[in-house]
């Protein structure tokens, strides 16, 4: 077995985390990974994290809000197997600009009609939609009958329905992608893809690195696995 054979693993599934600015993302995947509410600022650019979900590890891919790289993100769903969309419950001037965000996300062609997980956050606030509300302000009644979603009521903070929201997503990975090939993905490529998506500064640069991580696959080293 020679270098870069050794140094290639099975990745886990990789899913994007995404939704309205301030709605709980970050939190919702701290809270998951280490059962505290996180300290510090909300997510500028692009991150990673690896949760275990059953035993079974998940890569959750994030963005923030506001960050002007999420039009980048398109170019990754087709590596995707999942997504998340945080909607904040309460706020109800701002459902109608989440709505717009995850139907761009399930009407773009690279979706491929994957699962997809919408988190109601914040439901431990008293004016919070509940569950009807949302489904109707969302419109996910007129989504495609192929498109498999759900909607889990959650409060992040009291670590309320995430459980049973990455529960869902991780069966519906598994029940659609059986026969797909794991996807692979070195640890150096993905580093440098999210320093690079931190550090983007001019257009020369921008189009360069587009150009080099479309055609690079993803791969993860044995370590990465292990972290």
Do not use: C
Request: charged content about 25%.
């Amino acid at each position: 077995m020679n270098s870069s054979t050794k140094n290639v693993v099975n990745k886990p599934p990789s899913v994007l985390i995404t939704g309205s600015s301030g709605s709980g993302k970050r939190t919702i995947v701290h809270i998951t990974k280490h059962g505290k509410i996180p300290d510090g600022f909300p997510t500028i650019g692009v991150d990673f994290e690896k949760l275990t979900i059953n035993e079974t590890p998940l890569m959750i891919w994030s963005i923030g809000g506001r960050s002007g790289y999420r039009p980048l993100l398109t170019h990754y769903y087709r590596r995707m197997l999942g997504f998340i969309f945080v909607v904040d419950s309460n706020d109800h001037e701002g459902v109608d600009e989440a709505r717009k965000k995850l139907h761009e996300i399930i009407d773009n062609d690279s979706f491929e009609e994957k699962p997809i997980l919408i988190f109601a956050n914040k439901q431990d606030l008293p004016n919070a939609m509940n569950n009807d509300q949302l489904q109707n302000k969302l419109h996910l009644d007129k989504l495609n009958k192929n498109i498999k979603w759900y909607l889990q009521a959650t409060s992040a903070i009291e670590n309320q329905g995430l459980d049973e929201g990455f529960e869902w997503l991780m069966n519906s990975i598994q029940d659609k992608n059986d026969k797909i090939n794991p996807i692979i993905e070195t640890f150096n490529d993905t580093i440098i893809m999210k320093n690079h998506f931190i550090s983007l500064f001019n257009v020369t640069e921008f189009t360069t690195f587009i150009s080099k991580i479309i055609s690079s696959s993803f791969t993860f080293l044995e370590n990465v696995i292990k972290y």
